[in-house]
């Protein structure tokens, strides 16, 4: 980003997004940016700086441009069905940004969300994670949905083992890493417990 008075005509403002993903010409001078992130999780095998497209928070390979964005072009290797990783949207997309700084002087503002989405947008999410995990639960050896759920609730974030149990109902099986991202997405905050396995007394 250019200073005034240090004999760059340019303006104050960030000219590397405008021609960033283009062949540059020998004008272009040293520079620096922000892009767009989001944690979502690999629906597939992918590689850095593949392009993806992204719903409900999972991520799919897509052909360049087709989609909204790429794989975290600094990762040192692919990125494993189920993990999480972050998505970085292409230059010149956003809507809405604006910086925020710290200091111990001044009391830290609210966190602002980059991408003001509406309650719609929100509310249909949600929907299509609770979605998402019904259907795994009615597809799974493991008590219901409501069942599910209200185990998470209730002993969650207390519990620290790598089973979910029930007692006297079945519960059989892996627990993937994307059924976790749906939980968080349908209760609205993070999950620091994440059993690997359903088990039972039964």
């Known amino acids: 980003m250019s200073n005034p008075g240090d004999g760059d005509k340019r303006s104050v403002t960030t000219d590397a997004l405008e021609t960033l993903g283009k062949i ?23 590689n850095p700086g593949q392009h993806i497209a992204v719903k409900d928070g999972v991520a799919y390979p897509t052909g360049v441009g087709k989609g909204l964005g790429i794989v975290d072009p600094f ?8 993990q999480r990783f972050w998505f970085v949207m292409y230059p010149r997309m956003v809507h ?5 700084w710290t200091h111990p002087s001044f009391t830290d503002e609210p966190e602002q969300v980059l991408l ?27 008590p219901g949905y409501h069942s599910v759920m209200g185990w998470i609730e209730n002993k969650g974030d207390w519990s620290d083992d790598e089973y979910m149990h029930f007692d006297g109902m079945d519960a059989h ?7 976790w991202h749906h ?12 059993p690997t396995y359903f088990s039972c007394s039964c």
């Not at 809405?96 to 925020?100: A, C, E, N, Q, T």
């Not at 099986?173 to 059924?179: H, K, Y």
Request: glycine share 8%; hydrophobic share 40%.
């Open 96 to 100: 809405s940004l604006r910086h925020v």
């Open 173 to 179: 099986g892996e627990i993937p890493l994307e059924f």
């Open 183 to 194: 939980v968080e997405v349908v209760l609205g905050r993070p999950i620091k417990n994440r």
């Open 24 to 46: 540059i010409g020998p004008n272009e001078k040293r520079d620096a940016i922000h892009l767009a992130v989001e944690p979502v999780t690999a629906g597939t095998f992918l």
């Open 75 to 82: 990762l040192a290797g692919p990125v494993e069905t189920g």
């Open 116 to 142: 003001p989405a509406s309650q719609n947008i929100v509310d249909g999410r949600k929907e299509a994670s609770e979605r998402w995990l019904q259907d795994f639960c009615a597809t799974s050896d493991c």
